[in-house]
């Protein structure tokens, strides 16, 4: 997931705080910040942050229909198919 000129140590980031801020905000890729040289934090600009919180999110409740669906036995696709029909929809 990060390329070798994502990763940065948290002394570099520290040292050069605004360059770190600035390259973060125009590639909107997350970067992973070491301590020792171990991993130890990922920083990324908000609104990328945010794109990856609603994507989760909407992941999440897609897990949460697909689980309650198969407890009652439908599929997820039979439920999609006649809830869109319902409201009108074209797929």
Do not use: C, W
């Not at 570099?12 to 301590?35: C, D, G, I, V, W």
């Not at 942050?49 to 992941?59: I, Q």
């Amino acid at each position: 997931m990060f390329s070798s000129n994502n990763i940065h140590t948290i002394t570099e980031f520290s040292r050069n705080t605004a360059e770190h801020l600035k390259r973060l905000a125009a590639s909107k890729q997350p970067e992973l910040y070491t301590h020792n040289g171990k991993p130890s934090v990922v920083i990324q600009d908000a609104e990328s942050y945010e794109r990856m919180a609603e994507l989760a999110d909407y992941a999440d409740s897609l897990l949460k229909i697909r689980q309650a669906l198969s407890e009652q036995g439908r599929s997820l696709e039979s439920f999609t198919e006649e809830f869109e029909q319902s409201m009108g929809i074209e797929a």
